[in-house]
């Protein structure tokens, strides 16, 4: 009987290197805060509420849809 060779770790292309040394990655919130900042690092109102309009016609499109497969 033969017996299967040792199995090597993946190494995964792009993946973070962990240690003590790596610096902190900010958090999500932060990044998405991060989006709506202007070029002095002030927030864009302007820009947010956009973004706001946006999200609810695209609900208002995509609720319809998904309400047909939840029905009971």
Do not use: C, H
């Amino acid at each position: 009987m033969r017996q299967a060779p040792p199995r090597r770790q993946a190494d995964w292309f792009g993946r973070p290197l962990q240690g003590r040394n790596t610096p902190k990655k900010a958090s999500t919130t932060e990044n998405i805060i991060a989006q709506f900042r202007d070029q002095d690092g002030q927030l864009d109102f302007n820009k947010m509420t956009e973004v706001a309009s946006q999200m609810g016609k695209i609900y208002g499109q995509v609720s319809p849809l998904i309400t047909t497969f939840f029905k009971k």
